[in-house]
């Protein structure tokens, strides 16, 4: 391909984490699908909301 070592291994670790990303939001898309099965728009977003909402109002936790 014609790169050095190192401009090889940062395009294979961005392609990877590329992938990473959009199978999490794969995953996060089909939960929410599911949820909505069973649930209004509204009150998903309510419940997100809420959820976000309380982990804001929470003191940072110190790493173990």
Same mark, same amino acid.
């Given at each position: 391909?014609? =790169?050095? %070592?190192?401009? #090889?291994?940062?395009?294979?670790v961005? *392609? *990877? =984490?590329t992938? !990473?990303? $959009?199978?999490?939001?794969? $995953?996060?898309?089909?939960? #929410?699908?599911i949820l #909505?099965?069973?649930?209004? %728009?509204?009150?998903?977003? *309510?419940?997100? !909301?809420? #959820? =976000?909402y309380?982990?804001? $109002? $929470? %003191? !940072?936790? !110190? *790493? %173990?």
């Amino acid at each position: 391909m014609g =790169l050095r %070592p190192e401009d #090889l291994l940062c395009r294979c670790v961005t *392609a *990877a =984490l590329t992938r !990473a990303e $959009q199978e999490r939001a794969r $995953q996060l898309e089909d939960r #929410l699908e599911i949820l #909505l099965v069973h649930h209004t %728009p509204d009150e998903v977003l *309510a419940c997100v !909301a809420g #959820l =976000l909402y309380g982990r804001q $109002q $929470q %003191p !940072a936790r !110190a *790493a %173990p």
